[in-house]
């Protein structure tokens, strides 16, 4: 892994900095990538590989003829991408091992209905996902597309341009593709191209946030956690919100996984007060 990723680093720098020109089109047109053939480093580049050899055929420096055709033709950019991927599959063996060496495994997702929504609990139950930020955008994401959506086709079938007469269909005064507007622009939104970039991307950014917080919690970087945070003048817990998740988060690890935790341990972390046994 070291080895990959120090070449792939140092053959990277010493590119981007000093690489010749590369004719990636082969066309006698070569593209200058680097710093001392006129770039800075927000235009500068790698420039990858010359197309017809790209990432499919192998081109190490020997397999050129000379060291300046194999620069020529972007041989640094595979070099950097292969060697990048070689140091990355080292990383992801070496983050296996390690987990596994220390006795830690992950559940995959089971392919199902009820399934999935058993794992959904499990994952609750464990990583307290509810109370993770990446997750509460994730349903902002998902549940405002939906109202924003909603909110837009109902403006615009409110403002649609009226085609027909009264006993014929609606839609048979539209055709696919026209070129005319469909529905009073001045009515509805006057920011068609914006507002169909904001639908589309709202949905998405939420989906990639929520993806974030999945794979943040493969690290057990789990949702916050406010356990006997909130305590009375006698240092009694008080039974808030956060408090009864957390407590229901138990109940679900242990009907999820019945052998497989020992609560023990976990009931020995909260210190015990009188007033608790009246929650």
């Known amino acids: 892994m070291i080895p990959t990723l120090l070449t792939t680093t140092s053959i990277f720098i010493i590119a981007f900095i000093a690489a010749p020109l590369v004719d990636i089109d082969d066309i006698r047109e070569p593209i200058s990538g680097s710093l001392l053939y006129g770039n800075n480093i927000i235009s500068g580049a790698i420039i990858p590989t010359y197309a017809a050899i790209g990432l499919l055929h192998f081109y190490p420096i020997w397999e050129a003829a000379s060291v300046d055709e194999w620069l020529y033709n972007g041989g640094p950019y595979e070099l950097i991408v292969l060697h990048f991927l070689l140091g990355v599959a080292c990383y992801m063996g070496r983050e296996w091992e390690l987990s596994f060496r220390l006795g830690s495994f992950s559940d995959g997702m089971p392919l199902g209905i009820s399934s999935t929504f058993n794992f959904m609990i499990g994952f609750q ?20 597309s939906s109202l924003f959506s909603a909110m837009h086709g109902s403006l615009v079938t409110s403002s649609l341009i009226k085609e027909t007469i009264e006993n014929e ?38 989906i990639w946030f929520t993806t974030l917080g ?23 817990v008080i039974s808030t919100g956060a408090y009864i998740i957390n407590h229901a988060n138990i109940g ?8 497989a935790h020992m609560f023990s341990l976990d009931l020995a972390a909260v210190k015990f007060h009188p007033q608790m046994a009246n929650i």
């Open 125 to 144: 139950a464990e990583h307290n996902i509810l109370m993770h930020p990446f997750h509460m955008l994730g349903v902002v994401g998902v549940f405002g």
């Open 169 to 206: 269909y609606a839609n048979e005064g539209y055709r696919f593709g026209q070129k005319e507007e469909t529905y009073n622009i001045v009515a509805s939104f006057n920011t068609t191209r914006s507002l169909h970039f904001f639908l589309a991307t709202w949905p998405v950014v939420g």
């Open 214 to 236: 999945i794979s943040t919690m493969a690290f057990n970087l789990n949702g916050f956690n406010f356990n006997q945070s909130v305590v009375d003048s006698q240092g009694g």
């Open 252 to 259: 679900m690890e242990v009907m999820h996984e019945r052998n």
